[in-house]
Every structure is written in structure tokens, then in C-alpha cells.
């Protein structure tokens, strides 16, 4: 059975950092391109980050870009997210999916950003 | 960067009725690289059709999606009661993956 498990989220500063985790299971991990997305309360879906296989492409939408960061470890079958210079604006609910198109999901993890 | 734009916002339906959800892009959509996917409160998103119109797997002929270009439909035949969500669709052929705002479909 696919399973996506975020972690890492949490309460954090404006300004500060914080690194998700995604653990997967259930499927060559190392096969697939890997997502983020979020989705702030009560908002609608946003696509944050996306890596490829090998790690040879990243992208990220301009929101973010130059403050997250994507990475994978295949050898642990594991996705991160580095999050930095963290604004009110990214609260939210962070997912991982797999995938193009984006066939599996986690359940989510919420980081607010708040003082 | 392709602008999905869902309409309408809200559909109000009975069950057995049927639902039928749009989404137009700003600019073509590659390949017909669009996805639908279904949101229920408190859930992950789930997907439910890819390439414009093949269903994922698992997911009831009720679904059907359809269109090319900018134009794209969700079709759902007969509402069941469990079809009471979010409806979100995406392109995934260009960077970056946009995303429409969603249509909500509530029960009337």
C-alpha cells in the first residue's frame, strides 16, 4: 500500500526556519518525480516545489523560491522541504505528493507561522 | 504561468443529479496535461482523472473528464452522496504546476 507521511510542521517565528520531512512507503520511491503543494485555511491548492528522480531538476514557484528548498534521499525513501525566512503567508497545510500528475497524497502537515 | 480559472465557484445540486464542473486555461494546456482531483473537508486531495479524460484508478465511470486546448470539462452523471466536495483541476505540463481555485459542489 502507497504511503506518505509528512512531519516536521509546527509553530514557528516570522523569519525562522523549519525542515519538513516526507517518509514514503509502498512503492520505488526512487521511480518518481516528488511534490509539494499547500493549501492556507480555507484557501484553495498552491503548488510550492517539485523534484525529479534523481535530484537533477528542482523547481519551485515564485513565491518561494530562493527561501525553500527541495531535497531527497532515496536511500531512505525520504522528501524534505527546508523552509527559511518563513512569512505569515506560508501557513498552511503542507502536503507531498507523488507523482506527475500528483497520484498519492500524505496527509498533510501544518505549519504556522506566527509571532 | 497558466491561469486555471473553475467555474462556478458553488454548484448546488441534488443527489442523483448531474454535475458538470469547468475549467478554462489561459493558455493551451500541453499534451492535455490536466488533472482533476477531489477535496473533502479535513481529507487530501485525491486524483481522479488525468490526460484531460482517463480516470485514476479505483475511480467510478460516474467521473468523466473531456476537452483539449484551453477548455476542459468534469462531468459527474449522477451525484452520490459521497460526491459532495471540492473540485480542483491542474495542469501539469509546464512549470509551474498550476492549480484552478476550485469548485465547491453542496448538497441543495
Known amino acids: 500500500e502507497v504511503q506518505l507521511a509528512e512531519s516536521g510542521g509546527g509553530l514557528v517565528q516570522p523569519g525562522g526556519s523549519l525542515r519538513l520531512s516526507c517518509a514514503a512507503s509502498?512503492?520505488?520511491?526512487?521511480?518518481?518525480?516528488m511534490n509539494w503543494v499547500r493549501q492556507a485555511p480555507g484557501k484553495g491548492l498552491e503548488w510550492v516545489s517539485s523534484?525529479?528522480?534523481?535530484?537533477?531538476?528542482?523547481y519551485y514557484a515564485d513565491s518561494v523560491k530562493g527561501r525553500f528548498t527541495i531535497s531527497r534521499d532515496n536511500a531512505k525513501n525520504s522528501l524534505y522541504l527546508q523552509m527559511n525566512s518563513l512569512r505569515a503567508e506560508d501557513t498552511a497545510v503542507y502536503y507531498c505528493?507523488?507523482?506527475?500528475?500528483?497520484?498519492?497524497w500524505g496527509q498533510g502537515t501544518l505549519v504556522t507561522v506566527s509571532s | 504561468e497558466i491561469v486555471l480559472t473553475q467555474s462556478p465557484g458553488t454548484l448546488s445540486l441534488s443527489p442523483g443529479e448531474r454535475a458538470t464542473l469547468s475549467c478554462r486555461a489561459s493558455?493551451?494546456?500541453?499534451?492535455?496535461?490536466l488533472a482533476w482531483y477531489q477535496q473533502k473537508p479535513g481529507q487530501a486531495p485525491r486524483l481522479l482523472i488525468y490526460?484531460?479524460?482517463t480516470r485514476a484508478t479505483g475511480i467510478p465511470d460516474r467521473f468523466s473528464g473531456s476537452g483539449s486546448g484551453t477548455d476542459f470539462t468534469l462531468t459527474i452523471s449522477r451525484l452520490e452522496p459521497e460526491d459532495f466536495a471540492v473540485y480542483y483541476c491542474?495542469?501539469?505540463?509546464?512549470?509551474?504546476?498550476?492549480f484552478g481555485q476550485g469548485t465547491k459542489v453542496e448538497i441543495k
Open positions: 505528493a507523488r507523482g506527475t500528475p500528483f497520484d498519492f
Open positions: 509502498g512503492f520505488t520511491f526512487s521511480s518518481y518525480t
Open positions: 523534484i525529479s528522480r534523481s535530484s537533477d531538476y528542482t
Open positions: 493558455q493551451s494546456v500541453s499534451s492535455s496535461y
Open positions: 490526460g484531460a479524460s
Open positions: 491542474q495542469q501539469y505540463g509546464r512549470s509551474p504546476r498550476t
